[in-house]
């Protein structure tokens, strides 16, 4: 199985209140960051997982997903070997949340394995919040889904604890207008981030799941990559 993320930004551009360097701190530095953490952490596992777990941070992603692509054209490994990628781009920086969005919920069933994740933690899960943005085809988990393989990007939520109602919403939305792919994507000194190691906990729990486990993860019915995944497995004696 693997677990993505992406370390590129924009380097230098054009200068914003005076500042020209595209920091990128949350993205996708926080998801750089908790890659690192995932792999240590896994590194320490017992007992160790059954198959291999690929930590794989591309670059380029803010140029069209190229990396990611590049890889699920020219895969170290065959991508009918491959269980399922879980990609991390932009970690919560809040506080932690009773709920924990899934972008492309209801696809495969990388859901369930999330949700019990969830569960154990005394979080639901719930769909993309702005689902008209298109995100799940614009980080790096989407190269591997239109080559079949069942692929997810979950994180944060909106419910924050001890927060008030609205108060999920109105961060995403001010860092979008603020912040996004601008150089004031910084570090800051109010970032909480209980709620990142929440959602790094989950994504270790998911991850050791589904490297451990006997059933394959699937696209489920009507999902538009699943007849590109049942004609790789055909016959391929992968399981």
Do not use: C
Not at 33 to 55: D, H, N, Q, Y
Not at 61 to 84: R, V
């Amino acid at each position: 199985m693997i677990y993505t993320t992406h370390w590129d930004h924009f380097g230098i551009g054009t200068p914003v209140d005076g500042d020209a360097i595209y920091h990128g701190a949350l993205d996708n530095a926080t998801g750089t960051g908790g890659l690192l953490e995932l792999g240590r952490a896994l590194r320490r596992a017992t007992p160790k997982p059954r198959r291999s777990v690929l930590f794989l941070f591309v670059t380029a992603e803010e140029q069209g997903l190229l990396g990611s692509a590049h890889y699920a054209a020219e895969p170290l490994y065959p991508l009918a070997k491959t269980l399922a990628v879980l990609n991390l781009d932009v970690l919560n920086v809040h506080g932690r949340t009773r709920d924990l969005t899934i972008v492309g919920l209801g696809l495969s069933t990388l859901d369930d394995v999330i949700g019990r994740a969830a569960a154990a933690q005394g979080r639901v899960v719930k769909p993309d919040p702005t689902p008209e943005k298109g995100s799940y085809y614009r980080s790096d988990h989407f190269p591997f889904a239109r080559k079949g393989v069942p692929s997810i990007h979950a994180g944060g939520g909106i419910e924050y604890l001890g927060k008030p109602a609205e108060y999920g919403t109105r961060v995403r939305e001010e860092y979008t207008r603020n912040d996004y792919h601008k150089p004031s994507d910084r570090v800051r000194p109010d970032w909480e981030l209980s709620g990142a190691v929440e959602d790094l906990a989950l994504y270790l729990r998911a991850g050791y799941e589904i490297a451990n486990g006997s059933a394959w993860p699937e696209w489920k019915p009507g999902a538009e990559w699943k007849p590109l995944r049942d004609e790789m497995l055909k016959g391929a004696g992968t399981r």
